[in-house]
């Protein structure tokens, strides 16, 4: 079964479909020539201009731990993606309760309904590469799928990650689940919206991700606030690669197996802003600021090699290319980003 026709008449879940990833891999689907891709978003941290109009695509606003959104779900999919999280680790610091009624308990309800679909060939987990990777700010090494795993964790955002895995490989062992947990490096690229969704508490409602928060402020001239000087580093994967790597987990992944979707190479944030400065023509200064009192995930980057032996998958784009390509889509939807951005005016006026 090849990339290019395993999708071809199939009925296909993506559960949180109108975020950032999820909406890239509808599009990359739908060039498959799929019968059918249910998308299933609360629009909590999402936008539906993210979701194509096709009629190919069918749209559920709801959340999949309500009982008739889990009852409406046809009984002969091909396909589920879960990509549904709280979005990021600090709004999980903030309301932890939040994180684990829309991170972890998606997960454990979507696994309990699709246990009793049996013409799954595949589910794919969006797990996390943070919820495992070492702690340091020495030089790193790669982190692989057969790391050990702490019970320090940083966030509840990361913890629900890796519970999520841990329920996966339950609904594996004792109902068969065909699951495969897909962990993420930081994915960036187009449909990142600034501001997407409801207010979730923190400003980070609004200032997302480094990389989208980064191009916004660099377009308009802003200096890029670099938390201790910079010097942390991730493993930066464009989105169209972490999609097609997501493809690649259904077509090709080991039922219960994990892999990681990642470039394997390490980019501190001290050279994304110069980058990303660079793409823009920004000439304002960086502002240096310390590390922030909760985070000690230092320097990380992922071991590829199972991903490129077992499923093929290799990323294609490089971060200056994505980065451009960041900066151009950022341009292009500059109204639709402002727009999200303005509706939470006010909560971010009163956080001062």
Known sequence: MTQETGFKNARILVAGGAGFVGSNLVHMLLAEDPK????????????????????RVKFVVGSVTDTQVLANLPDDLDYAFNLVCYHGNQSSIANPMADHDNNLLPALTLFDRL?????????????????????????????????????VHDSPYSISKLVGELYGNYFHIRHGLPIVKARFSNVYGPREILGAGRWRGTAHTVWRNVTPTFVWKSLNGESLPLDNGGNTSRDFIFVEDMARGLM????????????????????????????????????????????????RSGKRFASTEKARTQLGFEAKVSIQEGINRTVEWTRQNTAVIQTCMDQHRKQLSQLG
């Open 36 to 55: 059918q891709i249910i998308v299933v978003d609360n629009l909590l941290s999402s936008d539906e201009v993210n979701v194509p109009s096709d009629k």
């Open 248 to 295: 690649a987990c259904a077509l090709r992944g080991e039922a219960g197996g994990v892999y990681n979707l990642a470039t394997g190479r390490e980019t501190t944030i001290l050279e994304l802003a110069n980058a990303i400065n660079a793409a823009t023509g920004n000439k304002s200064p960086l502002d240096l600021k310390p590390a922030r009192d909760w985070d």
């Open 115 to 151: 246990k009793d679909i049996k013409t799954l060939r595949r589910v794919v987990y969006a797990a996390a590469a943070c919820a495992v990777a070492e702690k340091t700010y020495d030089d790193p090494s790669p982190t692989t799928e057969e790391q050990p795993v702490s019970l």
